[in-house]
């Protein structure tokens, strides 16, 4: 079974800091997708970032790096120069590969609150 | 256009009404997904439609009826509901492919059942 755990409930962070957010894994699945969502308050679920298991180069888009440690089975997010328009909730998620019957299921972590500042 | 939508954005609702929530898709995916989220806590997934039919059914009651008319459209039929129904209702969209197919979400319906 598949398990996502982030550790970080909530956080601050300043204006123009970089932030990173915590998301550990836990698979016997050699092939998965790892991905970053951001929840405004509004409710949306905003897709971030993806890194699948077998990319050799950690994954980046604009300001959002992923720090992906395969053996440590970590896949932080990197968010650089916070604005604050980063706050928001962020949830870590985990997708199964096809050849399994959880295909279609992304298995969530608990979500990291965070807080910008000015 | 990344952009899945979905109405109505709120509804309240009575324990003996019925109601559905549409979701549309118009990127050419081939897998919707209905998710329900509680104040807090992350999404947890209710159905999954690969290809207009239903493939993951997450034990969910049957006051909660999914439908999937057509590769675009999904709905959920609601049917005496409970207070503790009340939540976000999301929709997604992906790709039917190998390992790490995005999941594009639509804004939700919040739903409150008294």
């Known amino acids: 079974a598949q398990k996502i755990t982030q550790t970080q409930p909530g956080m601050f962070v300043q204006e123009k800091e970089a932030v990173t957010l915590d998301c550990t894994y836990d698979t016997s699945d050699p092939s998965y997708g790892l991905f970053w969502y951001k929840q405004p308050s509004s409710g949306e679920m905003i897709f971030l970032i993806y890194?699948?298991?077998?990319?050799?180069q950690n994954a980046t888009e604009g300001r959002y790096s992923l720090n992906f440690q395969k053996a440590r089975k970590s896949a932080n997010l990197v968010i650089s120069a916070s604005q604050l328009g980063d706050s928001a909730m962020y949830f870590c998620a985990m997708g199964a590969p096809m050849t399994t019957d959880s295909w279609g299921k992304l298995q969530f972590g608990a979500g990291t609150q965070v807080v910008v500042t000015p | 256009d990344t952009e899945v939508t979905q109405t109505p954005k709120h509804l309240v609702m009575g324990m003996t009404n019925k109601k559905s929530l549409k979701c549309e898709q118009h990127?050419?995916?081939?897998?919707m997904y209905w998710y329900k989220q509680k104040a807090k806590k992350p999404p947890e997934l209710m159905f999954v439609?690969?290809?207009?039919?239903?493939?993951i059914n997450e034990s969910v009651p049957s006051r909660f009826s999914p439908e999937c008319p057509n590769s675009s459209l999904l709905n959920l039929h609601l049917h005496a509901l409970q207070p503790e129904d009340s939540a976000l209702y999301l929709c997604?969209?992906?790709?039917?492919?190998?390992?790490?197919?995005?999941?594009?979400f639509g804004p939700g319906t919040r739903l409150l059942v008294l």
């Open positions: 890194q699948g298991s077998y990319d050799q």
């Open positions: 439609y690969s290809y207009e039919k239903l493939s």
């Open positions: 997604a969209s992906s790709q039917v492919r190998a390992t790490g197919e995005t999941q594009y």
């Open positions: 990127m050419g995916h081939r897998a």
